[in-house]
């Protein structure tokens, strides 16, 4: 069993950044590592992510601020926030699936990042 502990949340200014990060625990291999983020009143909403194999997806609205990364061997993945608007406040979650043919989504319990002056 796979679980995800997210850390780095918090409060920061218009223009500032944050790094959120992910720690997989469990001896599964993962395939792709990511985020989603929940804004209060709004659907989940996919930001990043990244397989294991170095491919990495960013949502429109993310792309040149947002950059994802990751570490196998230690089973991680970072977020970096950079340029941060009040609209990317939300609460933001870690998720991991094992393989590319099962779809199973695994999910940490989220962290919330606010951006506001």
């Known amino acids: 069993q796979v679980q995800l502990v997210e850390s780095g949340g918090g409060l920061v200014q218009p223009g500032g950044s944050l790094r959120l990060s992910c720690a ?28 294991n194999d170095g491919n990495t997806n960013y949502g429109e609205f993310v ?9 196998n061997a230690k089973n991680t993945v970072d977020l970096l926030m950079n340029s941060l608007k009040p609209e990317d406040t939300a609460v933001y979650y870690c998720y991991a699936r094992t393989s590319p043919t099962i779809v199973n989504f695994l999910w940490g319990q989220g962290t919330q990042v606010t951006v506001s002056s």
């Open 24 to 51: 997989a625990s469990g001896t599964i291999t993962i395939w792709r590592l990511g985020w989603y983020r929940q804004a209060p009143g709004e659907q989940r909403k996919w930001v990043a992510s990244m397989t």
């Open 63 to 71: 792309k040149g601020r947002f950059t994802i990364s990751r570490d």
